[in-house]
């Protein structure tokens, strides 16, 4: 079973940068599927952006253009670079793992919360 721990979410001002980790540890990191998710306050969770097992990469059109997620599968670590960051983009950020070939998971970690306001 994997374990994931997000960090690096805060308060930043519309059009600002934040860096979103997620640490994985208790299994083989390369073998996941691993996406990022939110949830804003009243709203269901919603996908954001997956890294596949295979170096596939998908975004939501919410993240097009303005989140770049990457993987260093060395430091069995994730990452969501995100800019031009709108109040809209506010939300619980969480960290999913999904195994690539057998049926283990979704696993997901607490969540980091990003807080964009002027």
């Known amino acids: 079973q994997i374990q994931l721990v997000e960090s690096g979410g805060g308060l930043v001002q519309p059009g600002g940068s934040l860096r979103l980790s997620c640490a994985a540890s208790?299994?083989?990191?390369?073998?996941?599927?691993m996406a990022w998710y939110r949830q804003a306050p009243g709203k269901q969770r919603e996908w954001v952006a997956t890294?596949?097992?295979?170096?596939?990469?998908n975004y939501a059109d919410s993240a097009k253009g303005r989140f770049t997620i990457s993987r260093d599968n060395a430091k069995n670590t994730m990452y969501l670079q995100m800019d031009s960051l709108k109040p809209e983009d506010t939300a619980v950020y969480y960290c999913?793992?999904?195994?690539?070939?057998?049926?283990?998971?979704?696993?997901w970690g607490q969540g980091t919360q990003v807080t964009v306001s002027s």
């Open positions: 999913n793992a999904r195994h690539s070939v057998f049926d283990i998971g979704p696993f």
């Open positions: 208790g299994s083989i990191f390369r073998n996941y599927h």
């Open positions: 890294s596949t097992a295979g170096g596939v990469i």
